[in-house]
Structures are given as structure tokens and as C-alpha cells.
């Protein structure tokens, strides 16, 4: 309806997005109707992708009680900078929470357990 052309909106979007290639990524087109130019813009991934991208697995387990995988505290750190841009300490807990709800453990203990020892 707006007269774009589909398959260069998607080839931008491909190019804006390979380097989360297998991830859920948000992204943005916004079109002008008048010149029929578009704009793509690429959100961050959730902080779930980019759990499972570090441990190289599909989905997270289905409840906290199934455990899928484990974290370093160097790795929750490089999620967190990616994610938030930096990798000081509220960033840091955030990721861990996520890895609460999604059956990870983080120096192989229980998150909320890691947590209280961080304090």
C-alpha cells in the first residue's frame, strides 16, 4: 500500500541484523509515503537471546527447576555491555535475574544465591 519496494526493505533488514543472525532482534521501518524512502532501525536483542547466543543453545529451560546451562561472571558481563552498554553492577544483576527465570546458573550456583553474595 505505501508503494516501498519489499525485497530492498528486507535486504536492508538482513544486512542491519546478521550479526545476530538465529536471534529475535526488534526493528523499525518507518516509511515516508511521499518520496517512498524508507529508514530501518535495529533495536537490541532481549536479554534472553543473547543468553542463549552465549551458551550456544535454542531456549532457555521450562521452568527455573531445569537447569540448561551456566554462566561465568565474565560472560554475564559481556551480555550485560552488549545489552546496556556497560557492565557495572545494576547491569549486571539484571542479566543474572534473567538467567533466574530461564533455568541458568552463574559460577554454577543459583542466580538469587549469587546475587546475596554479590552484596
Not at 546478521?18 to 524512502?37: A, I, L, S
Request: charged share 30%; aromatic share 4%; hydrophobic share 35%.
Amino acid at each position: 500500500p505505501l508503494g516501498v519496494n519489499i525485497g530492498q526493505v528486507v535486504a536492508v533488514i538482513n544486512e542491519k541484523t546478521k550479526e545476530f543472525e538465529g536471534m529475535t532482534v526488534p526493528v523499525t521501518v518507518t516509511v515516508d509515503p511521499k518520496t517512498k524512502e524508507f529508514t530501518v532501525e535495529v533495536g537490541k536483542p532481549p536479554t534472553s537471546q543473547l543468553i542463549l547466543k552465549e551458551l550456544g543453545i535454542q531456549k532457555g529451560g521450562q521452568d527455573q527447576k531445569e537447569k540448561v546451562g551456566n554462566l561465568s561472571l565474565e560472560q554475564v558481563k559481556k551480555i550485560a555491555k552488549a545489552k546496556f552498554g556497560s557492565d557495572e553492577e545494576r547491569f549486571v544483576r539484571q542479566v543474572i535475574g534473567t538467567c533466574q527465570s530461564m533455568g541458568v546458573t552463574v559460577e554454577g550456583k543459583e542466580p538469587k544465591e549469587f546475587l546475596k553474595e554479590m552484596r
